[in-house]
């Protein structure tokens, strides 16, 4: 990206079932296993393996803000949205899944605040509210039943 090389990356680091054992943060069982309680600790086992991946996507963010870009940095240009498959892995629920959006693209987005929306909210309105920052002027995403157009007050 910082050779303009492509415009989108994606990093996924696990499958949804998530058999990674975490051998560096000292565990012995698989995080899928660990998720459905198949551990002897198995809370701060999940709390260590989240701390971890929160770990890597600020060092991401760092460095895209460390790259410097007309009116800003990379992360001022840039929009990364972290986010996982389930509320809770345990019992395999999909309410509430939160994301984490870092970047602006360009000061399209307002940053530095925490957003919560009403249960039953579609992450599809996240989807259609990116799609209209990169210029794409739709107003669903997948399925109609559950999208409702972006979602308010990302702007």
């Keep these: 990206m910082a050779c303009d090389q492509t415009r989108v990356g994606s990093i996924m680091w696990e499958s949804g079932v998530g058999n990674t054992v975490f051998t560096w943060l000292g565990h012995t069982v698989d995080h899928h296993a660990i998720s459905h309680h198949e551990d002897s600790n198995p809370e701060q086992k999940l709390t260590d393996i989240n701390r971890w991946f929160a770990t890597e996507v600020a060092y991401l963010l760092s460095k895209l803000k460390s790259i410097p870009e007309a009116g800003g940095t990379m992360l001022d240009n840039t929009l990364i949205v972290w986010g996982n498959e389930l509320s809770s892995g345990s019992a395999h629920s999909h309410k509430p899944v939160p994301f984490v959006v870092a970047g602006n693209l360009g000061g399209y987005f307002r940053t530095g605040r925490w957003i919560q929306y009403p ?3 579609s992450h599809s309105g ?4 990116m799609a209209n920052a990169m210029g794409h002027n739709i107003s669903t995403f997948g399925d109609t039943t559950y999208n409702k157009g972006p979602l308010a007050n990302l702007r």
């Excluded at 996240?126 to 509210?129: E, G, K």
């Design 126 to 129: 996240l989807l259609v509210s």
């Design 119 to 121: 249960t039953g909210t």
